[in-house]
C-alpha cells in the first residue's frame, strides 16, 4: 500500500516536472486597462526611474481644444459627441513627445507587445502602460507607446507580459500625414515585473 | 566498491533478458518524451522563422490566429478575399511604407500557388531580417512566369525553363487542371526553411489570367480563351487573399490596426504577427501540453517497469542476496546494489532514447518538411531537454530506491532462515 502511494507521488513528480518546462503559457493576472503601480524616483542603477505621465509634454493639454464645448450638455447619441470623440482620436495620434527626453537613461515598467522573434526570443517589442492596450481596447496616444529593440533577446516573453526596461531614450521622427514623432529605446536591462507586496 | 559493482554487473548481465526489455522500454519511453518536447519546439521556431518585419497582416475579417495560417504559413483556406481597392486604398495610405498583396487558393502538385507582386521579392523578409534570395534566375516579369520554392523545384525536379500547369483549388493533380495556360518556370529561390520554400510564385496578374474563363465556377465549354488572347483582357486583379504591411514607424502600428478594422468600405482584419502567433500558441498549447503529460506518463510506466522488474527479481535472488550478506555484505551494500542497478538502467535508457532521437529526427526530417513544412534540425540536445532527463533520470532513481529499500529489509533475516 505504501509502495503504490509511493508510484503515485513519483507519477505525480513528473507529470508536474513535464508540465513545469512549458512555462511559456503562463496565464497573466493582469484585467484590461490594469495600470502597473507607478515608482517613486529613485535611481539605483544609473537609470531614473520613469512613469508614464513623463512621457506627455508638460504644457501639453490634449482637452485644450475641447474646452469650449460644454460636454456635459452633450447627449451619448449626440452626433456632436461622435465629432468630439473623433477629434479626440486624431489629437491623441499625432499626440507630441517630451523632447527633454531624448538622451535620458530611463527605466520604466510597462506591458510588451512583441514585434521581432528570433526562434521563441523577442527581440523588438512596443512597450504600452496599460494592459491589453491596443490589442482590446483603443490604442494608447502616440505619446504613451515605447519602441523598444533589445540588446539581448527576450527569452520566454508573451505578449502582454509586464517588463521592466531600462536603456536610453530616442525620438524617432517620422514624416507622415499623421505628423506624429514617437519614443524609441535602446533597452540594456528587461527584467519581469514583479509587484511589490 | 568495485567488488560490489562488478558482481552488480555479472548479477545483471544473468538476468539480460528481463532487463533489456525493460531497458528498451525506458529508452522508448525516453525517446517519445524528448520527440514530443522536440517537435514542439522546432514548431515554435519555424512559425516565428516564417515571418519578419512586416508590421501587420490584413485579411477578410476572421479569427486573427486563422488570418495568420493561411496568410502566412499557407495552412487551411481563407474564408474570404479582401477587394483590390481596398488594397490599394491601404497601400496607399501615409503611413504604409510597402505592401505585398498575396492572393492563395490554387496548387500545384500540392504545393500553394501565390499570386503576388514584385514587391514580395523586394520587402519579404524572414528568419533575422533576411531577405529572399534567387538561386537561380530572375523574379518573374512576364504573365505566365513562375518562381518555384527551392523545395517545390527539389521535390519535383524542376529547372529553369520548364513548363508547369497549375491546378485549380488545393485538390491534387489531375484535377481541375489549368492545363490550357502553362508556365514557364523562370526562377528559383533559395532554400529559406519557411513556408516560401513550398510555394509557386505568380504574378496576380497570371492569377487573374488563368481564372479568366473560370467565371461561372468551372471552365464552360466555348467560354475557353486560348492563352494567346488573355493579354488582351484587363488583368487587373479584382480581389486578393490577404496582404503584408510595412509601417514607416513600428510605434504606429495600433493606429494602422485601428484604421484597418474601423475601414468602413470593408470589412478587414488586421493583425500583428508577434500577438497572433501568441494567440496561436495559447490555442495550441492545451493540445501541446495534453500531449508532454501523456508522454510523461509513459516514461512513468516505463520506470514502474523498471521497478517492477527489480522487485520481482528479489524473490530469485533471495540465495544471491543471502550469500553476499554471509560472505561479508553489509545491508547497506545490497541496498546500493539495487538501486545501483536502476539506476544504471535509466540513466542507460535515458542516452539510447536521446540517440534513437537523433537518429529519428534525421531520417524523418525530410518527410516532416515535405509533409508538414516542419523544419527539424538534427541537433544535439538543448537545455530545457536536459533538463526533462534529468527529471527522468532523477523519478529513475526514486523509483530504484523501492527495491533497494525492500532489499535492505530483507537481507537482514531473510535467505539465511529458509522457511520450508
Known amino acids: ?197 | 566498491m568495485r567488488h560490489l559493482l562488478f558482481l552488480a554487473t555479472r548479477s545483471a548481465w544473468n538476468r539480460r533478458l528481463t532487463l533489456g526489455l525493460t531497458l528498451v522500454s525506458v529508452a522508448l519511453s525516453v525517446t517519445l518524451l524528448l520527440g514530443v518536447a522536440r517537435v514542439r519546439q522546432e514548431a515554435r521556431d519555424s512559425f516565428a522563422q516564417s515571418v519578419s518585419g512586416t508590421d501587420l497582416v490584413v485579411g477578410a475579417r476572421t479569427s486573427p490566429v486563422q488570418l495568420m495560417l493561411y496568410a502566412v504559413f499557407r495552412i487551411g483556406e481563407a474564408t474570404n478575399n479582401i477587394r483590390w481597392q481596398s488594397y490599394q486604398a491601404l497601400a496607399s495610405h501615409p503611413e504604409v511604407a510597402w505592401t505585398i498583396p498575396l492572393s492563395l487558393g490554387d496548387s500545384h502538385h500540392g504545393f500553394p500557388v501565390l499570386g503576388t507582386s514584385s514587391a514580395y521579392f523586394e520587402h519579404f523578409r524572414y528568419g533575422s531580417s533576411q531577405g529572399l534570395a534567387l538561386a537561380a534566375g530572375k523574379p518573374f516579369a512576364d504573365v505566365f512566369d513562375a518562381v518555384l520554392g527551392s523545395e517545390v523545384s527539389e521535390h519535383l525536379g524542376y529547372h529553369l525553363g520548364d513548363h508547369i500547369t497549375l491546378t485549380h483549388g488545393m485538390g491534387g493533380e489531375g484535377l481541375a487542371e489549368h492545363a490550357d495556360k502553362p508556365f514557364t518556370v523562370v526562377g528559383i529561390l533559395a532554400p529559406t526553411g519557411t513556408p516560401v520554400d513550398r510555394t509557386v510564385h505568380i504574378s496576380l496578374e497570371a492569377m487573374e489570367a488563368i481564372h479568366l474563363d473560370w467565371q461561372s465556377g468551372a471552365p464552360i465549354p466555348g467560354f475557353s480563351i486560348p492563352a494567346e488572347y488573355v493579354r488582351k483582357f484587363d488583368l487587373t486583379p479584382k480581389e486578393i487573399t490577404a496582404m503584408l504591411v510595412g509601417l514607416k514607424s513600428r510605434a504606429a502600428v495600433f493606429k494602422m490596426q485601428r484604421y484597418i478594422n474601423d475601414y468602413a468600405p470593408e470589412a478587414l482584419l488586421g493583425v500583428l504577427p508577434g500577438v497572433a502567433l501568441d494567440q496561436l500558441w495559447e490555442v495550441v498549447g492545451i493540445a501541446e501540453r495534453t500531449l508532454l503529460a501523456v508522454s510523461a506518463m509513459v516514461v512513468v510506466v516505463g520506470l514502474t517497469g523498471l521497478t517492477a522488474v527489480i522487485l520481482a527479481s528479489l524473490g530469485e535472488r533471495r540465495r544471491e542476496l543471502a550469500i553476499l550478506r554471509s560472505v561479508g555484505a553489509k545491508p547497506s551494500d545490497v541496498f546500493l546494489l539495487l538501486t545501483a542497478e536502476g539506476l544504471c538502467v535509466t540513466v542507460l535508457g535515458a542516452l539510447i532514447g536521446v540517440i534513437l532521437l537523433t537518429l529519428l529526427t534525421a531520417l524523418l526530417a525530410p518527410f516532416a518538411q515535405s509533409h508538414f513544412g516542419l523544419v527539424i534540425q538534427p541537433e544535439w540536445i538543448s537545455v530545457e531537454e536536459f533538463m526533462l532527463l534529468l527529471s527522468v533520470v532523477g523519478v529513475g532513481l526514486c523509483a530504484s530506491l523501492v527495491p533497494g529499500y525492500r532489499a535492505y529489509k530483507l537481507s537482514l533475516a531473510d535467505g539465511l532462515t529458509p522457511r520450508l
Not at chain 1, 507622415?176 to 533597452?187: D, E, Q
Request: proline share 8%; with cysteine.
Open chain 1, 1 to 197: 500500500m505504501r509502495q503504490l502511494f509511493l508510484f503515485l507521488l513519483l507519477a505525480g513528480t513528473l507529470a508536474w516536472a513535464g508540465d513545469e518546462i512549458p512555462a511559456l503559457d503562463a496565464k497573466s493576472d493582469y484585467k484590461i486597462g490594469d495600470r502597473l503601480a507607478q515608482p517613486a524616483s529613485s535611481s539605483p542603477s544609473g537609470y531614473r526611474e520613469t512613469g508614464w505621465d513623463d512621457l506627455l509634454p508638460k504644457n501639453w493639454d490634449p482637452m485644450k481644444e475641447l474646452r469650449a464645448l460644454n460636454l456635459g450638455a452633450l447627449a451619448d447619441a449626440d452626433p456632436r459627441a461622435t465629432k468630439v470623440l473623433q477629434k479626440m482620436r486624431e489629437l491623441w495620434d499625432s499626440a507630441p513627445v517630451e523632447p527633454s527626453l531624448r538622451g535620458e537613461r530611463i527605466r520604466i515598467a510597462g506591458f510588451m507587445v512583441p514585434l521581432e522573434r528570433k526562434g521563441h526570443q523577442v527581440t523588438e517589442f512596443l512597450l504600452v502602460p496599460y494592459f491589453g492596450a491596443c490589442i482590446h481596447v483603443p490604442p494608447p496616444p502616440a505619446n504613451q507607446i515605447i519602441h523598444v529593440l533589445t540588446s539581448k533577446p527576450l527569452k520566454d516573453a508573451q505578449a502582454m507580459n509586464a517588463f521592466w526596461v531600462s536603456g536610453t531614450m530616442d525620438i524617432d521622427h517620422t514624416d507622415s500625414a499623421w505628423g506624429a514623432s514617437g519614443y524609441k529605446m535602446k533597452a540594456d536591462v528587461v527584467t519581469p515585473y514583479k509587484e511589490k507586496r
